[in-house]
């Protein structure tokens, strides 16, 4: 978030207009004066635990290869509330949750990205990460005894402590200081009555809250799943591709196919896919201690797997293209030899076919829900009045972003894109709390959003695909 408000403020259109305020307080009592800013929230809760679950979870296509059981989907279900997942939303992306409080969950795994980051690797606390951050949509339905890249044998509520305490991704290394700068603010101790009943501040609550929050994330509006329920089509290249991806890759991508929640107990879905002769991350092999699994890692979801990139547990693949290239024609020899040596040597028509199947299983939901968007005002701005509470998502921009904006009330509001050199591309008025912003002609590349209202003005960074 820093770096995003230096860049804007390098935009020279805009720079009369500007004061940031750039601080990075250390200890935990500074930070309150710097953050003293409150999440944007609605009246109501968001509905998180209203989940539809397709018929593909407990009835997958390709006879019952990982089926989720009814009764572990209600459980599932039923383990979230809405006033739980609101407090975890907040948690989530709130940065008195890291020791150098400018760090949250939500920093590396951006709504944007399905919960995954853009960067090969994270900045954390003090030093880069050193694998790719993971999406984070649809985790409930993994199986609990794999998470991370390495598939530590632990469960969802362990994988959320792990990064909190993490030295170098929220660092917290005194959490109860931590918990009680949060009982501390003007905000926590509501919402953890909401959620719990009463004010008190625990760690199993923070923990409990977002893995509720985390539970919400599902992509269950696909054309995949569409498809499945018989209410879309696939077209004939997406038919190729999904035929291929029954033929080659579903073995070790099942989850991919709707059937998330597999967990063999004694057999979890780890596999070694020949991306390295020499396993510089042994992955899997370090915590077994075993050398015969290094190389082996988790193959993640592929469900909205179109906007998580790069690729790998290392990040190396920068598109879906080239992860087909690389299994069409790199795959180093793999201990089960279960992909040809060499790879499966696609055709070009092949590898699209097999892109084209992938983004079906895109739910661009996850991208633009509010309830899913950071809650904190971004504008650290002090000296022009600013547009509270405006969000703007996806950002990077596919086909098109939603601009929402909770402290709308009535007024109308103008609004313009400019391009980096500072030419207008786009104005338009509107008079609503949300906006859908079309990708309309822009080319790919950088552009400030600029809104202005009786009440003052908010721009923001866009950057287009
Ligand atoms: C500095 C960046 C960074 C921050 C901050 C961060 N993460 Fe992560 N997260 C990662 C990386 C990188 C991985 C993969 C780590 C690995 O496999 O070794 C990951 C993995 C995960 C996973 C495992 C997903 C899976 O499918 O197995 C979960 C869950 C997760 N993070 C949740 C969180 C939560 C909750 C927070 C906040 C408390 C958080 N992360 C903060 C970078 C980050
Ligand atoms: C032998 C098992 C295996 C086969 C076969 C296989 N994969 Fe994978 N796949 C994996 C593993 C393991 C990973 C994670 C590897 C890593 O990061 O080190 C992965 C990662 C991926 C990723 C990147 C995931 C991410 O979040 O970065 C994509 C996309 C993918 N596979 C697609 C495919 C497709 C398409 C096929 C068929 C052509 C296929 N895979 C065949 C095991 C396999």
Not at 253 to 277: A, K, R, Y
């Amino acid at each position: 978030m820093k770096k995003f408000t230096l860049i804007i403020s390098a935009i020279v259109i805009t720079v009369a207009s500007f004061a940031f305020v750039i601080e990075n307080e250390k200890s935990f009592s500074a930070a309150s004066a710097i953050f003293s800013e409150e999440p944007v929230l609605p009246g109501t809760p968001y509905a998180y635990s209203d989940i539809t679950v397709p018929q593909s979870l407990e009835a997958p296509p390709n006879g019952g290869w990982g089926s989720v059981d009814p009764v572990t989907i209600d459980d599932a279900i039923a383990s979230i509330t809405d006033d739980g997942a609101t407090l975890g939303r907040v948690l989530f992306y709130d940065e008195k949750l890291s020791a150098s409080n400018d760090i949250s969950c939500g920093s590396c795994h951006n709504q944007s990205f399905s919960f995954a980051e853009e960067l090969q690797f994270s900045e954390g606390v003090s030093e880069a990460t050193t694998r790719n951050s993971m999406h984070l949509n649809d985790i409930m339905w993994f199986s609990p005894n794999t998470m991370f890249w390495d598939a530590k044998q632990i469960n969802l509520k362990e994988s959320i402590l792990l990064p909190l305490q993490n030295e170098n991704e929220t660092g917290v290394t005194d959490v109860d200081a931590m918990l009680h700068e949060l009982s501390q603010t003007t905000y926590y101790p509501e919402l953890f009555e909401k959620a719990f009943g009463d004010a008190t501040v625990t760690e199993e609550r923070v923990v409990s809250a977002i893995e509720q929050f985390l539970k919400s994330i599902n992509s269950f509006n696909s054309k995949f799943d569409k498809v499945l329920e018989g209410e879309a089509t696939f077209n004939t290249i997406e038919e190729e591709g999904r035929e291929l991806f029954e033929q080659e890759c579903v073995f070790c991508h099942p989850s991919s196919l709707g059937q998330l929640g597999i967990d063999f107990g004694f057999f979890p879905i780890v596999f070694d896919n020949g991306l390295d002769e020499v396993d510089e991350d042994p992955g899997m092999g370090e915590w077994m201690g075993d050398p015969q699994f290094n190389g082996h890692f988790k193959p993640p979801t592929l469900r909205n797997i179109q906007f998580t990139g790069p690729y790998m547990h290392d990040g190396r693949f920068n598109t879906l293209r080239e992860v087909m290239d690389f299994y069409s024609d790199d795959v180093a020899p793999t201990e089960w030899g279960m992909i040809p040596e060499g790879g499966f040597d696609f055709t070009d028509h092949e590898k699209d076919a097999l892109v084209a199947f992938l983004k079906t299983m895109s739910d661009q939901n996850v991208l633009l829900h509010p309830k899913w968007s950071d809650p904190f005002p971004e504008s650290t701005d002090t000296h022009t009045p600013s547009i509270e509470g405006v969000k703007m998502f996806p950002n990077p921009m596919y086909e098109h972003s939603l601009i929402n904006i909770d402290s709308w009330d009535g007024e109308s509001i103008n609004l313009s894109v400019v391009s980096m050199n500072g030419q207008v591309v786009f104005t338009d008025q509107f008079q609503s709390n949300q906006y859908v912003l079309g990708r309309n002609n822009l080319a790919a590349g950088n552009y400030v959003v600029r809104l202005q209202s009786d009440k003052g003005t908010k721009t923001l960074k866009l950057s287009v695909q």
